[in-house]
Each structure stands twice: as structure tokens, then as C-alpha cells.
């Protein structure tokens, strides 16, 4: 009972509100809820099938994975095989994977990832992993777990006439067996550059792309990456806006502190797309994620929040696009 006045007190604060003008307005998003366990099981299940470096089992038992989600998922799913060598002369055989919504739509947009892991953990502190291959559960694992979440979410309001724009979700293979140091640049992002020339479909484009890129790790923060801000700068503001707007502006900073960074969005752009890179910073140190490229980027540091916060923002841009 000696809580009751309480109780009493809100309720007239609310009553003495009506009529006067609001201090605040809700923004009420379009947008279904990402479910970040949902992407979070989808970063587990490729890691279980093992490193996926190229011309490995593993690799190809995860691509038969990724198409069987997008189909489940009921997207038009296209292959796109090639032959590319490595920059140490291996041959590879590649895969890119695009899944398609609402197909024949003409304005569309693209979201993208890579789904190779790095052959390597070459920048592992310990030396004698520089030969071991990585899980890659946050580089390439996190973004194609992003892009499976939000083809689940596509299906789910398929009907809902919510999405007025096609989408067609990428996953890029042999990003990640380039050249450490940076050097060969033409030694990344060998699936993407195949794509850039020959397109899964003859005269396919879209409005823009969107890469993401190690968007599911601890401690990490997105800043607006130099090559993005040069090709495709409305893009970077359409996406920094959408994040600030649904309440992840903490991951998505406008601190001046994005590097240029070689990836896969460079090609899509090449390609003729304005396209960004939605990258992980790490917040420590300013670099890669503490993880990248070493034997730690396995499922057991991937951060529910930071695929939420991607993949929310994902789904925001895509469902508010007119
Ligand atoms: C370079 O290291 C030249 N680019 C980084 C691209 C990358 C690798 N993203 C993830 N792994
Ligand atoms: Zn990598």
C-alpha cells in the first residue's frame, strides 16, 4: 500500500500532458525486426563445415549451404562459376553466389559479402600459425550470415508489398587469398573482379551496393571507409542516416578516421555501381579487428550486438528505399 501514491503521480503527469505539444517524436521504422540469433546460427553453421578456403571441401560443402538457405529462403538463385589463379599460381574454381527478390523488378539494390575464408592466419601473433587456415567466422562468416537473415526477413513480408525495390544479396568468393602487405592489390577479391566484367546477368545493374566486411566482431565501430566516400558518398550518408535513425549510431561514427581500403566494393564499383564498404574498425587500436587473420576469428568472438546493428541497418535502408 505505501507504493500506491506512485502509481497515482504518473498517471497525472500524463494527464497534465494532453493537449501540449510532444518534446520528443518516435520514429516508427517500416522494418521487421533482425533477429541477430537467427544471423548468429547462420556464422556458426558455415564455420561447422571448416575453414572454406578455396578448392576445399569444406568451401564447397559451404556453398551448397549458402544456395540451399537463399532457396529455402525463396530467392532466385543464381551461380556464377569461374576459373582464376591465385597470386602464388594455384588455380582456383569459384563461386559467386546471388540470391534475387522480386527479380524482375528494375530498381534494385545490392548488399554483398564474401564467403571464402582466408587460407592463412598470416597476421596471427604466433608464427607458427601463419600456415594455418581460418574460420573466418567474422571475415566473410558474419557478412554472408547478415545477408541469410535478411533473405529470411525478405520472405517473411514477401506479401506485405512493404519492399518496393528489387534486392539481390552477393557472396563474393576468393575475396581473401591475396598478397599480405597489401602489395598485389589484383591478388582480392578475385570473384567480384570476375563479376565486375561479366555479370551474372547480361546488362544487370542496380542503384547502388552496399559490401559488408568483418560486421560481426567484439569491440568494433564503422567509419566511413575513403573509397566509399569517393564513388558513392550519398550512399554512405543514406546508410550513416539510417543507423543514427534507428538508434546504432554508436557503431556507425562520422569521425573522420576511415582508411581506403581495398575490397570487393571497389570492383562492384569498376563496375560501373556505386557501391560502399561497411567495414569493422576495431575501437582499441584504429586497425583490422583484433581477430583478422589470425587463428582467433572463430565463432567464439562473434558479437550478437554487432551483427544486430549491421543487420537492422541493412534492413532499414532496404525497407525505406522508394
Ligand atoms: C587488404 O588487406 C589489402 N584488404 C583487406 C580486404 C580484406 C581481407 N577484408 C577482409 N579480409
Ligand atoms: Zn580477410
Redesign the pocket.
Known amino acids: 500500500m505505501k507504493k500506491l501514491p506512485y502509481l497515482l503521480v504518473l498517471p497525472m503527469l500524463m494527464i497534465g500532458c494532453v493537449g501540449s505539444k510532444p518534446v520528443e517524436t518516435v520514429y516508427v521504422s517500416p522494418a521487421p525486426a533482425f533477429d541477430e540469433d537467427s544471423a548468429y546460427v547462420y556464422v556458426a553453421e558455415q564455420c561447422q563445415f571448416g575453414p572454406r578456403v578455396m578448392n576445399s571441401a569444406a568451401h564447397d560443402s559451404c556453398g551448397e549451404y549458402i544456395a540451399r538457405q537463399f532457396k529455402r529462403f525463396g530467392a532466385t538463385v543464381y551461380d556464377q562459376y569461374a576459373d582464376a589463379t591465385l597470386y602464388d599460381g594455384t588455380p582456383v574454381r569459384m563461386r559467386n553466389i546471388i540470391a534475387s527478390y522480386n527479380p524482375d523488378a528494375s530498381a534494385r539494390i545490392l548488399i554483398s559479402g564474401?564467403w571464402d575464408s582466408?587460407p592463412w592466419a598470416d597476421n596471427d601473433p604466433d608464427e607458427e600459425k601463419h600456415h594455418t587456415p581460418i574460420d573466418g567466422a567474422n571475415?566473410g562468416g558474419s557478412s554472408v550470415g547478415i545477408l541469410l537473415e535478411i533473405a529470411r526477413q525478405l520472405q517473411l513480408q514477401a506479401d506485405s508489398g512493404k519492399v518496393k525495390v528489387g534486392v539481390d544479396l552477393i557472396c563474393w568468393d576468393a575475396?581473401?587469398s591475396?598478397e599480405?602487405g597489401?602489395l598485389k592489390?589484383s591478388s582480392?577479391?578475385l570473384g567480384s573482379q570476375y563479376w565486375s566484367g561479366v555479370r551474372h546477368i547480361d546488362g544487370y545493374t542496380a542503384r547502388y551496393g552496399i559490401n559488408l566486411?568483418?560486421v560481426g566482431g567484439n569491440n568494433t565501430v564503422f567509419y566511413r571507409e575513403q573509397i566509399s566516400m569517393a564513388y558513392a558518398p550519398s550512399i554512405v550518408d543514406k546508410v550513416w542516416a539510417a543507423a543514427h535513425r534507428i538508434g546504432y549510431g554508436k557503431y556507425f561514427s562520422y569521425d573522420d578516421k576511415g582508411g581506403g581500403?581495398?575490397?570487393d566494393h571497389v570492383q562492384v564499383n569498376r563496375g560501373g555501381i556505386p557501391c560502399i564498404d561497411v567495414?569493422g574498425t576495431d575501437t582499441q587500436d584504429g586497425g583490422?579487428p583484433a581477430t583478422?587473420?589470425t587463428v582467433n576469428d572463430n565463432i567464439k568472438n562473434i558479437n550478437r550486438e554487432t551483427l544486430k546493428a549491421v543487420g537492422q541497418t541493412m534492413l532499414e535502408v532496404i525497407w525505406t528505399e522508394q
Open positions: 564474401h582466408r571475415d575475396e581473401d591475396g599480405s597489401g592489390e582480392w577479391c566486411d568483418m581500403i581495398t575490397d567495414i583490422f583478422w587473420h
